[in-house]
């Protein structure tokens, strides 16, 4: 089960103390600390711990607010504490705490109940248990000095803007104008945007199918974003009407640009190269019946593309390979249409997976940008003359959008730019936009950070 992005914490059930949580979503903020995703962690943690559908979505829930404040918290609690905490657990659980007492903390608890149930989990824990007085002590030492934490907050990069100094750092370079923004609305909870499927439904008639569920929502003023619905209000997609019928899937709008741009016509011949999980797959499928191979190295996955495709009624030739490698699956006929969703950073949609931004490290990016190039190089002898090859990345760093165009155009004489959006920055309007339509010069709409780079081979 993957892990998706709750709207707002889940409160404790009146069966489920506070404490409980805490623990939880501790045990998911240390293993992210030492290097593993949520998307592992979560489920290992479940399992291991006989979670309830209610416990693990509070604990996801809790997890991503913690992790939005990371920075802020891990300087606190050095300022509160200089020497290492030991066991790790104990640090998390207090990373955690700190987290729920912040002036902005993401859930409104009482400072007591915050403090005491910290304690209880400690008690309730027997590697914890010799913690309680420390924790209390500590805890109810911050309560006391609230006055400071701005000043703590202020103290570093990392503390101020809850992502690592380096990411903070390439922001600033690369986007002198809008490196503040981009961090800012990393910190919001992003919105659920819809993809109705024009095969099943027109998006007017599922605008007021979502009307008569009491789900209201907007449709962006875009016309590549003709599929798109913006809901107000997250729910789980069992509440969509015919989600399970094919009417509609969950994707961001700066993903649903892809099928517009690459303009696949009927019966081209279509590769989708590093195709899971599916999103992208279904939605050129969707608008276009089109001969289309779905190739992704990781055989799970591309099952998730299975999936996706059966459950839209959708049909798509499915392989697991390794794009960067074609004599091993190409068949030798040309491609007219090639899309290349690159692996890369995923730093643009670190806002609705943020445990992304302490997983990555600096030294990544070079990497990825020479995985992303040598894909481009395996991939452009496959496309037919006048066909188009269009890289896409979920990124907001240089070295795996613009620079990484730039570079394939100096490599390749027969490679035409043509038009397409390139940097899309994150966006989320501000609270006080939601309500209605977005006005001149606001944002208009909830949208990821992608890269797109559009290439017509020369005839």
């Not at 207090?94 to 002036?103: G, V």
């Not at 620079?403 to 920055?425: M, N, T, V």
Request: proline share 8%; with cysteine; charged share 20%.
């Amino acid at each position: 089960m993957p892990v998706t992005s709750p709207s707002q914490p889940t409160v404790p059930s009146a069966q489920r103390p506070l404490w409980r949580d805490l623990i939880a979503c501790a045990q998911l903020i240390g293993a992210v600390q030492a290097g593993a995703s949520l998307s592992t962690a979560l489920p290992q943690a479940a399992t291991r711990g006989k979670w309830d559908a209610s416990q693990r979505g509070a604990a996801q829930a809790l997890s991503f607010a913690v992790l939005r404040h990371l920075g802020t918290v891990r300087a606190l609690l050095a300022d509160l504490q200089p020497k290492p905490i030991h066991p790790p657990l104990l640090r998390d659980v207090l990373q955690t705490a700190l987290a729920l007492l912040l002036p902005d903390a993401p859930a409104h608890y009482a400072a007591h109940t915050v403090v005491n149930q910290a304690v209880e989990a400690c008690k309730r824990t027997p590697s914890l248990r010799h913690a309680q007085g420390f924790a209390n002590a500590l805890l109810r030492r911050f309560v006391s000095r609230t006055a400071d934490i701005e000043a703590v907050r202020m103290s570093t990069l990392e503390a101020r803007w809850n992502h690592p100094d380096w990411w903070v750092q390439a922001l600033q370079s690369a986007y002198p104008a809008d490196w503040q923004s981009v961090l800012e609305v990393a910190q919001r909870q992003p919105a659920m945007t819809l993809r109705v499927n024009p095969r099943l439904q027109s998006r007017t008639a599922y605008q007021a199918a979502l009307a008569a569920c009491g789900l209201p929502c907007t449709a962006p003023d875009d016309p590549l974003l003709d599929q798109a619905l913006i809901l107000k209000q997250a729910v789980a997609v069992e509440r969509l009407p015919g989600f399970e019928r094919g009417w509609v899937s969950v994707q961001d709008a700066a993903a649903q640009y892809a099928a517009a741009l690459l303009d696949v016509q009927p019966g081209q011949r279509v590769l989708d190269a590093c195709a899971a999980p599916g999103g992208k797959t279904a939605h050129l499928l969707e608008r276009c019946d089109c001969d289309l191979l779905a190739l992704d190295k990781d055989a799970q996955r591309l099952r998730r593309v299975e999936d996706t495709l059966d459950r839209l009624g959708l049909q798509a030739r499915t392989l697991a390979a390794d794009a960067a490698h074609p004599a091993t699956w190409w068949d030798g006929q040309p491609f007219d249409r090639i899309l290349l969703d690159a692996p890369c950073s995923a730093s643009g949609i670190a806002r609705r997976h943020p445990d992304i931004r302490w997983l990555r490290r600096a030294a990544d990016i070079p990497a990825l940008a020479a995985t992303q190039a040598a894909l481009l190089d395996a991939l452009w002898p496959l496309l037919r003359p006048g066909g188009k090859l269009l890289y896409v990345t979920c990124s907001v760093f240089p070295q795996e959008g613009v620079e990484q165009a730039r570079a394939f155009l100096a490599r390749y004489a027969d490679a035409i730019a043509s038009p397409a959006p390139g940097q899309l920055l994150p966006q989320e309007p501000a609270p006080d936009q939601t309500g209605d339509e977005p006005g001149p010069g606001a944002a208009i709409h909830s949208q990821d950070g992608f890269f797109y780079a559009l290439f017509t081979k020369a005839s």
